[in-house]
């Protein structure tokens, strides 16, 4: 008997019928044999995967999401750097928020008004941020579900954070509309920045109720929030965290993704042949890949230092002068996470690029072979790589800096594993199984227009 068929044969006096009869669906929809699959597929997801979701509550948070009025200077939304035209990011490495004019790609810096610097990480992508199991956002994990705080997240606010977030995805609106470069603009320009740069941003006259006070002026979304809560009873009941939720809700539902092809493997309903299987096989064998980008979601919620290359303005406090992105290390303080980012989930992978933490690549194939080989995809970084509208002076600084590459390489925390060229098409073409088209399309899809009468910007 071959080994394969022998651990079958002992696996089934240890599992249950129902367990072995799912088993049995996975491995004939995949046509692999049971030995092939170093890492076992992940169960498929459920209903009880994901946060329960008020369809009037997400409606109200479809207009404002596509509202400028949450920015500072009323000229920039959500959805100018998460578009589900652009696999609900904006399609360049690094966005350009307040001080940029067009979409995506034809996005570049207004002459009359031009930004201080590009906002400094790529665009994550918005998908299944409703599912129970996204308890860590951004690229830094500066927000994550913690119950032992009060208001059970922590976040950089620390004593300052409010209570009334219905989730962590709630609160992570609270820091693009604080953002100088993303949302807020400038303090000379606006009232919201001001309060920003002068540390107001909670209590009355704070950051969050300049906004709150702008959106509760508007009758239709007044009456709006009237109708979707219970506590509140007229405009002055609108709380910044009331916006927050009604924005989450709105993202939980418009892009959950869970009916791609892959999906329908993992609930025996289809089969992978070809390069895709070949590619499955990779991912969760030889390669390696399932190691971090684990479970239904393909991510393990962690950091890991994989030397992406690292681009544009970079992450550093106001008194600094340099390029360079620590990741992790910026929120913890431990050295072991220097240059780690969280593992980003794969679902719609195929449609969200730029790719890294800085989106320094554009090709999916060559960001997987990079990201096999760390320190030779470092060393051999290609700049015409990134997507980037214009040229600002610190766009490639770091990677010009051998001192500055050298720390990223160092950090690096896995042996290269190069993969051949046809390697890298078969797990590009199992990623590509994970596209689900109702998910990248959205359900409710993009406004006509929003209550505030602003501009709801078109991709050209």
Same mark, same amino acid.
């Given at each position: 008997?071959?080994?394969?068929?022998?651990?079958?044969?002992?696996?089934?006096?240890?599992?249950?019928?129902?367990?072995?009869?799912?088993?049995?669906?996975?491995?004939?929809?995949?046509?692999?044999?049971?030995?092939?699959?170093?890492?076992?597929?992940?169960?498929?997801?459920?209903?009880?995967?994901?946060?329960?979701?008020?369809?009037?509550?997400?409606?109200?948070?479809?207009?404002?999401?596509?509202?400028?009025?949450?920015?500072?200077?009323?000229?920039?939304?959500?959805?100018?750097?998460?578009?589900?035209?652009?696999?609900?990011?904006?399609?360049?490495?690094?966005?350009?928020?307040?001080?940029?004019?067009?979409?995506?790609?034809?996005?570049?810096?207004?002459?009359?008004?031009?930004?201080?610097?590009?906002?400094?990480?790529?665009?994550?992508?918005?998908?299944?941020?409703?599912?129970?199991?996204?308890?860590?956002?951004?690229?830094?994990?500066?927000?994550?579900?913690?119950?032992?705080?009060?208001?059970?997240?922590?976040?950089?606010?620390?004593?300052?954070?409010?209570?009334?977030?219905?989730?962590?995805?709630?609160?992570?609106?609270?820091?693009?509309?604080?953002?100088?470069?993303?949302?807020?603009?400038?303090?000379?320009?606006?009232?919201?920045?001001?309060?920003?740069?002068?540390?107001?941003? #909670?209590?009355?006259?704070?950051?969050? +109720?300049?906004?709150?006070? =702008? !959106?509760? %002026?508007? /009758? $239709?979304?007044?009456? *709006? &929030?009237?109708?979707?809560?219970?506590?509140?009873?007229?405009?002055?009941?609108?709380?910044?965290?009331?916006?927050?939720?009604?924005?989450?809700?709105?993202?939980?539902?418009?892009?959950?993704?869970?009916?791609?092809?892959?999906?329908?493997?993992?609930?025996?309903?289809?089969?992978?042949?070809?390069?895709?299987?070949?590619?499955?096989?990779?991912?969760?064998?030889?390669?390696?890949?399932?190691?971090?980008?684990?479970?239904?979601?393909?991510?393990?919620?962690?950091?890991?230092?994989?030397?992406?290359?690292?681009?544009?303005?970079?992450?550093?406090? #106001?008194?600094?002068?340099?390029?360079? +992105?620590?990741?992790?290390? =910026? !929120?913890? %303080?431990? /050295? $072991?996470?220097?240059? *780690? &980012?969280?593992?980003?989930?794969?679902?719609?992978?195929?449609?969200?690029?730029?790719?890294?933490?800085?989106?320094?690549?554009?090709?999916?194939?060559?960001?997987?072979?990079?990201?096999?080989?760390?320190?030779?995809?470092?060393?051999?970084?290609?700049?015409?790589?990134?997507?980037?509208?214009?040229?600002?002076?610190?766009?490639?600084?770091?990677?010009?800096?051998?001192?500055?590459?050298?720390?990223?390489?160092?950090?690096?925390?896995?042996?290269?594993?190069?993969?051949?060229?046809?390697?890298?098409?078969?797990?590009?073409?199992?990623?590509?199984?994970?596209?689900?088209?109702?998910?990248?399309?959205?359900?409710?899809?993009?406004?006509?227009?929003? /209550?505030?009468?602003?501009?709801?910007?078109?991709?050209?």
């Amino acid at each position: 008997m071959e080994r394969g068929s022998f651990a079958f044969a002992l696996l089934c006096q240890f599992v249950s019928v129902g367990a072995m009869k799912w088993m049995l669906s996975l491995f004939a929809a995949l046509a692999l044999p049971l030995a092939v699959l170093a890492d076992p597929l992940p169960a498929p997801l459920t209903d009880a995967d994901f946060l329960p979701v008020d369809p009037e509550e997400a409606a109200l948070g479809r207009l404002l999401f596509y509202d400028p009025i949450l920015s500072g200077n009323r000229t920039v939304s959500c959805a100018t750097c998460h578009h589900p035209a652009f696999g609900t990011g904006d399609g360049v490495s690094l966005s350009i928020g307040d001080g940029g004019i067009g979409m995506g790609l034809a996005r570049r810096p207004d002459p009359e008004n031009p930004p201080e610097k590009r906002i400094p990480r790529n665009a994550p992508a918005l998908f299944n941020l409703g599912a129970r199991q996204m308890t860590v956002l951004f690229h830094d994990g500066r927000l994550e579900v913690d119950p032992a705080q009060p208001g059970g997240i922590r976040t950089p606010m620390d004593a300052d954070m409010v209570s009334g977030f219905a989730s962590a995805l709630s609160a992570q609106t609270m820091f693009p509309v604080l953002s100088r470069d993303e949302m807020a603009g400038s303090w000379k320009e606006n009232d919201v920045a001001r309060a920003v740069r002068q540390g107001v941003i #909670t209590g009355p006259g704070g950051a969050w +109720d300049l906004l709150s006070r =702008r !959106v509760a %002026g508007v /009758p $239709a979304y007044a009456q *709006a &929030f009237e109708a979707t809560y219970d506590h509140v009873r007229g405009p002055e009941d609108i709380a910044f965290t009331d916006i927050s939720n009604a924005i989450a809700a709105f993202m939980a539902f418009e892009w959950r993704s869970d009916t791609a092809p892959f999906d329908a493997v993992l609930r025996g309903e289809a089969t992978l042949d070809g390069e895709a299987a070949r590619g499955m096989a990779l991912f969760y064998g030889d390669a390696g890949c399932s190691g971090c980008h684990s479970g239904a979601l393909l991510t393990d919620n962690s950091f890991h230092a994989m030397g992406a290359p690292q681009i544009g303005p970079g992450k550093a406090a #106001t008194f600094e002068t340099h390029q360079r +992105d620590t990741g992790r290390f =910026r !929120v913890t %303080g431990d /050295p $072991a996470d220097l240059f *780690a &980012f969280r593992t980003p989930s794969l679902r719609n992978v195929a449609v969200t690029g730029p790719y890294g933490h800085a989106g320094a690549h554009r090709d999916l194939a060559r960001f997987v072979a990079d990201h096999a080989a760390p320190r030779a995809g470092l060393a051999a970084y290609d700049p015409a790589q990134a997507v980037l509208a214009g040229a600002m002076a610190a766009d490639f600084a770091v990677m010009r800096d051998r001192t500055e590459v050298a720390a990223i390489a160092a950090a690096i925390g896995r042996v290269d594993q190069p993969l051949a060229a046809d390697e890298v098409a078969a797990i590009v073409a199992f990623l590509e199984t994970l596209t689900d088209p109702a998910s990248v399309a959205g359900r409710l899809g993009v406004p006509e227009t929003v /209550p505030s009468g602003l501009v709801v910007e078109k991709v050209p």
